[in-house]
């Protein structure tokens, strides 16, 4: 009987581990998968405005700048696109700074709020036929404070995803990131495409430009949600229990991490062009540039987003078997090699062609977009990470992502050439190219705190 007793006292006290283990491995997925919902969330209403923008730049143009030509109307529109970028990398360190010491949850959770209530206040915007000038004057105001909050939510939740994702998956969990910002600007796209064969050009310009803006409001709810439903990563939680937060974030990266961030920097770059040139000026490229209609234009971007956010969460995975330096240098050389005779291919091709092309080009960009997230959280220790990662992928967005567009189209009035956008994209690639054989993969490596 007493034998009977001891088997049984033995048999729980080995089980008794077994159910813990596996009670804590089933709340951490849970908690990681709400972590990557709450981000993907966040950054797909980021992305919707952006879409939202961008794709209809030329209905935009025509109800704030219109005493301009058709030319300098697109470009005026994408110069307030443009202009948003700047407070970026402002926005960078002040978010940066709040989310090294305070937590990433709460600073995360903030900017999402402020660039939703911003987006919703587009929809209210008089016109220039309504109050003259101070129709783009508070266009472009509003975009100011809706860059300054973007510039936090990429990085953010970016480094949240890194700190919580186990090491083995930490690139995969990471490509949520560019996924949610495909599936903003795929929604974005369905949603003006869907306006574009629903309204009349006078509906359009009258009131229906308002409504993918009117959407932002409901998606404000994710900040409140991160903030009641979220503990902060566990990274941060043991520096906070440690009492090794840094004081002064971004006076430490500078002091100490400046090689990291000139090479974040590089290897932003390829992301930062590539992202607005393939993603989001590609529809007004086909159209504007090559003579496609509208609908064709739209239905071969939503084509080419459905494929990217498959190639993201492929390359993510990929990463995480190859490591984050081999498959971005792929990337930078593939880039510098297929992007002109890919341009020259959309040049001289039919509808189907187009699509090939915008989906190989989605590949291509996949293999960037889908490692840089945790390339970037790896490069710099948790003390900076949130300072680090921010600082260097708003600096390149504001200096060459948000300006791409605007770039893109100068580039051609001025050249006469169609294939000035691809050009500007390789040279994106060789500077992304030099960075990463500057760094070293810490693929393999747990997450540095100093």
Known sequence: ?????????????????????????LENRTILRRAATACFIGTFVEWFDYASYGYLAVIIATVF????????GLLAAYAVFAI??????IGGIIWGHFGDRVGRRNTLSLSILIMSGSTF???????????????????????????????GEYAGASAFLAEFAPPEKR?????????????????????????????????????????????????????????????????????????????????????VHRGRLLIAFGATCLNAVGFYLVLSYMPTYVSTELGFSETNSFIASIISLLSYVGFVFMMGALSDRFGRKKVLIAASILFALLTVPLFKLLGSSGFVGIVLVQVALGALL????????CFLSELFPTKVRFSGFALSF???????????????????????????????????????????????DASKEPLADE
């Open 1 to 25: 009987m007493s034998n009977i007793g001891s088997g049984q006292a033995t048999f729980n006290s080995s089980a008794e581990p077994a159910l813990d283990s596996q009670r804590r491995y």
């Open 171 to 255: 690139g995969l969990f990471t490509s949520v990131m560019p996924a949610s910002e495909a599936a903003g600007l795929l929604a974005g796209s369905v949603f003006v495409a869907v306006l574009y064969a629903l309204l009349t050009p006078e509906q359009l310009h009258s009131w229906g430009w308002r409504i993918p803006f009117l959407l932002a409001a409901p998606f404000g709810l994710i900040g409140r949600y991160i903030r009641l439903k979220l503990e902060d990563s566990p990274k941060f939680k043991e520096l906070e229990g440690s009492h090794h937060v840094a004081r002064a974030p971004i006076k430490e990266l500078l002091a």
């Open 121 to 151: 206040v587009i929809a209210f915007l008089p016109t220039y036929a309504q109050v003259g000038l101070w129709a783009p004057v508070l266009l472009l105001l509003i975009r100011l404070v809706q860059g300054f909050s973007a510039s």
């Open 84 to 89: 948003s970028f700047i407070v970026r990398p």
């Open 65 to 72: 700048f219109p005493k301009t030509d058709a030319t300098s």
């Open 366 to 373: 996949a293999m960037n977009d889908g490692t840089l997230p």
């Open 394 to 440: 708003n600096a390149a967005n504001a200096l060459f992502g948000g300006t791409a567009p605007f770039v893109a189209t100068w580039l051609i009035h001025m050249t006469g050439n169609k294939l000035a956008p691809a050009w500007y994209l390789v040279g994106a690639a060789g500077v992304a190219l030099i960075a990463m054989l500057m760094s070293r």
